[in-house]
């Protein structure tokens, strides 16, 4: 029961870790596109690219763990 419980917490707190990553990676892009007339303007842009980027492997890694969960407690009394 405690497994279960500190599994669902990890996963939420990654779920929303992720959904802060990603809100921080479109800011950077939009602020990024919307001062093209200064210099360095990309650097927000590849930032934030980077950062979404990053962010998938993190929503893989929820993934995974979220089907390794399943599986084990499919066959839990076997």
């Not at 939420?12 to 919307?34: E, K, M, P």
Request: aromatic share 16%.
């Amino acid at each position: 029961m405690i497994r279960k419980t500190v599994r669902f917490l990890s996963l939420f707190f990654l779920a929303l870790f992720s959904v802060y990553l990603i809100l921080v990676s479109g800011i950077s892009i939009f602020t990024g596109l919307a001062n093209t007339h200064r210099p360095a303007f990309w650097m927000p842009i590849v930032f934030g690219g980077l950062l979404l980027t990053l962010t998938s492997f993190l929503v893989r890694l929820i993934v995974y763990i979220i089907r390794q969960a399943r599986s084990k407690d499919k066959y839990l009394y076997i």
